[in-house]
């Protein structure tokens, strides 16, 4: 088991996944470059792009931020599945019954590409069969669940209402769907992105791209002045960077925490499963040694910056106690978090970004189901990119779909929060003189000569200060301890201690400020 204290490039706790995966460095970008195709975002998204058009023969170049899976792919469960929870009522509402059904064949054929690339690459990534179940245990959820059944039976899954689970515990009910999968996320990126290479590509980690341009080709410019121009581009980094308005206001940055840890083999609860009670709550195990199995628990979803991370964390470690005796018994948990984008009508935002590009893609929106979305993300950019026949799910991923009025709610709501923090925030900042009880390890956002100041003690007493200010949009940024970032509630961009870009949409710092006196 790894140090649960260790830390991915600042940007928080390693995940089991990224601990336990080769990921071999790539060099940063230090030339230009022409290419047939850029994708920017080294997920599973961009990752899954890039060897599609590889493999048919395109020239492309993968140009990640930091490391590649070092996003929200690195942090995942590394579950692959059709059945998303309760989704498929809800599609129903959002997008019809038509469009319900092709989203279940969108992911029910992404599941089955995983099966096939991971046969290609010839390697040991742990994929496991198992059923999938959504489940309440409290009799006033069973309605709900019955609706869902026949919902995703509706839309094409082949779903059975049950009673009964592998867990440790009883249910009132559950969904499942039978021959879905877990794999190792970074064990199969890792040999995707070997093959990618080898195929001809290029990977360039720690290469930030910060401005794009869209003329006869795209020129896309790096943090460090080096410049790409290819005929297309992919922009596959979790909440887009570049992203229109249109688009920006139909989307949600979403954060949730993962703990894990190990139990005897004979405590596999033999599948993947997910209930919206309890703040939600998802389960999954994978091997861990000889004997044993590590217990996955996912959950305490949240929007970034909302604060009270460690009492999250408290809560999901003292579930997974509750319900998995033994749990922890072996040594603190191993912790981390993942940010995942929503959108509003459920469907995720795949192909053309706005209405005015035809050489400028997009792949976003998955809502917390990036494994599959991101092999089906990587089948429609392809098609796309190459000429192929489209699949039927094509509008329905369309980034420059209209809102339908089912839609409206959603985004009206989404609207009022990120106003709420972009004007509220700036009125609840209290004052420079709080710091005097600011404790080693821990900040605060204050006003400083009327303008606001993202400030941190850290271990050793010293007062770092940086604008409050996101380099994105100009909310104001929120600490959160447990991970030792400053984070954006409006569009989730991510910052370390030092101001540096951890997760955008942001590409630019954190400015560096004087210290308040106090």
């Not at 975002?41 to 899976?69: D, F, H, P, Q, S």
């Not at 400083?448 to 010293?462: F, I, L, N, T």
């Amino acid at each position: 088991m790894h140090d649960p204290l260790a830390l991915n490039d600042g940007s928080g706790p390693l995940s089991h996944w990224l601990d336990t995966a080769h990921r071999r460095p790539r060099p940063p970008l230090d030339e230009d470059l022409t290419v047939d195709v850029a994708v920017v975002g080294g997920g599973i998204a961009g990752l899954v792009t890039a060897w599609e058009l590889a493999r048919a023969g395109r020239e492309a170049v993968v140009l990640e931020a930091g490391r590649i899976l070092s996003g929200t792919t690195g942090s995942t469960t590394g579950k692959v599945t059709a059945l998303h929870g309760l989704r498929y009522e809800r599609l129903r509402r959002t997008v019809g019954e038509e469009g319900a059904g092709l989203y279940a064949a969108a992911q029910q054929d992404a599941v089955e590409r995983l099966v096939e690339i991971c046969a290609d690459l010839d390697v040991d990534v742990e994929l496991e069969l198992r059923s999938a179940c959504t489940y309440v245990t409290e009799p006033d959820g069973v309605a709900e669940v019955r609706a869902e059944t026949a919902a995703a039976r509706a839309a094409g899954l082949d779903a059975h209402f049950v009673t009964e689970t592998g867990l440790p515990f009883p249910v009132a009910a559950a969904v499942r769907v039978d021959d879905q999968y877990q794999f190792h996320p970074a064990a199969f990126l890792t040999a995707l992105a070997d093959a990618f290479t080898a195929a001809g590509g290029r990977i360039h980690e720690h290469t930030r791209v910060i401005d794009l341009h869209e003329r006869a080709r795209i020129r896309l410019e790096t943090e460090d002045g080096a410049v790409v121009r290819a005929a297309d581009a992919v922009v596959a980094t979790g909440f887009p960077v570049f992203a229109p308005t249109s688009l920006l206001i139909r989307l949600a940055p979403r954060h949730e925490l993962v703990i894990a840890a190990p139990l005897p083999e004979a405590a596999d609860p033999q599948g993947m499963y997910l209930t919206p009670e309890d703040r939600t709550r998802s389960v999954r195990t994978a091997p861990y040694g000889a004997g044993r199995r590590l217990l996955i628990v996912t959950g305490e979803a949240f929007r970034p910056g909302a604060g009270d991370v460690g009492t999250r964390y408290a809560r999901l470690e003292s579930w997974a106690r509750r319900y998995f005796p033994g749990f922890g018994e072996a040594g603190a948990p191993l912790r981390w978090a993942a940010q995942d984008v929503d959108s509003a009508d459920l469907a995720p935002y795949v192909g053309h970004m706005h209405p005015g590009t035809q050489h400028v893609y997009v792949a976003t929106g998955f809502g917390g189901w990036g494994m599959s979305g991101g092999v089906m993300a990587g089948r429609l950019l392809a098609a796309h990119l190459l000429g192929l026949p489209r699949p039927s799910w094509t509008e329905l991923c369309d980034p420059r779909r209209p809102a339908p009025p089912r839609e409206l709610p959603e985004l009206v709501r989404e609207q009022r929060e990120v106003a709420a923090h972009y004007l509220g925030d700036r009125r609840r900042l209290e004052r420079a003189e709080s710091l005097d009880t600011l404790l080693p390890g821990t900040g605060a956002v204050v006003r400083d000569h009327g303008q606001p100041r993202a400030v941190q003690r850290d271990v050793s007493g010293v007062l770092h200060a940086l604008s409050a200010r996101c380099t994105h949009m100009g909310c104001l940024v929120a600490y959160n301890e447990a991970e030792q970032t400053w984070e954006c509630p409006c569009h989730g961009s991510r910052f370390a201690p030092d101001g540096s870009v951890l997760q955008g949409p942001a590409t630019e710092p954190l400015p560096r400020r004087a210290r308040p006196d106090v």
